[in-house]
């Protein structure tokens, strides 16, 4: 049972134009949701996080928007460079109770910026 | 700061062997998590240790698992008898008390086991 999902195993822009992507969730509970940037054979890195309580958290070119009513969230790179070129996750943590400090995490998208 | 340090890189060992992981935290940071990745696969959560205390632990980790911090510094992965369904890559991360709930961990660059 998937409790986090991003359904597109890859991603293919043009340098300059804007990055979508998406993840779903299925628990209710998750109040906090991270993005996770990863390059090959490095760990996972900190990009952007966005409370439940929020609708949209902007960083410089990265932009995550929360739907929280259709269980969606979404992260914007706007503009896409070439180095962003990596696998994207999307994780998702409760703020209290049992399972408090674990992530939760998609299968990760892998975006491709094309010069 | 010099980040998550995890050693070793790479680890290939014969099923049945044990095999021990370490991982060094951000020296301030008191929370300490290990998770492991599997092929297509995002990270998976094995066990979370605040100071010394190993406070949370995923059905994932069997009994052939064990993880310990004894000083609340770095901590080790033990596995035993090792099994083909073990190969993964084991990640840590750590991340400080008092930082607000989404927080982002620091990661490890992760150890990768093969088990042949």
């Known amino acids: 049972d998937q409790q986090v999902k991003q359904n597109s195993p890859s991603l293919s822009v043009q340098e300059g134009r804007i990055s979508i992507l998406n993840c779903d969730y299925t628990?209710?509970?998750?109040?906090?949701f991270l993005w996770y940037k990863k390059y090959p054979a490095e760990g996972p890195t900190f990009l952007i996080s966005?409370?439940?309580?929020?609708d949209k958290n902007e960083d410089g070119r990265f932009t995550v928007f929360l739907n929280k009513s259709a269980k969606h969230l979404s992260l914007h790179i706007v503009p896409s460079q070439p180095g962003d070129s990596a696998v994207y996750f999307c994780?998702?943590?409760?703020?209290?109770?049992?399972?408090?400090?674990?992530?939760?995490f998609g299968k990760g998208t892998k975006l491709s910026v094309i010069p | 700061d010099t980040g998550v340090s995890q050693d070793p890189r790479h680890k290939i060992t014969k099923r049945g062997q044990n095999v021990t992981f370490r991982c060094d935290p951000i020296?301030?940071?008191?929370?300490l998590y290990w998770y492991r990745q599997t092929l297509g696969q995002g990270p998976e959560f094995l066990t979370y240790?605040?100071?010394?205390?190993?406070?949370?632990k995923s059905r994932l980790l069997s009994d052939r698992f064990s993880a310990e911090r004894p000083k609340g510094s770095f901590s080790t992965l033990e596995i035993q008898r090792t099994e083909q369904g073990d190969s993964a890559m084991y990640l840590c991360?750590?991340?400080?008390?008092?930082?607000?709930?989404?927080?982002?961990?620091?990661f490890g660059s992760g150890t990768r086991l093969t088990v042949v």
């Open positions: 994780a998702a943590k409760s703020a209290a109770g049992a399972g408090s400090y674990q992530l939760t």
């Open positions: 628990n209710s509970m998750f109040d906090y």
């Open positions: 991360a750590s991340s400080p008390q008092g930082k607000g709930e989404n927080y982002g961990y620091t």
């Open positions: 020296s301030e940071h008191n929370r």
């Open positions: 240790f605040q100071n010394e205390a190993q406070l949370e």
């Open positions: 966005i409370s439940s309580i929020k």
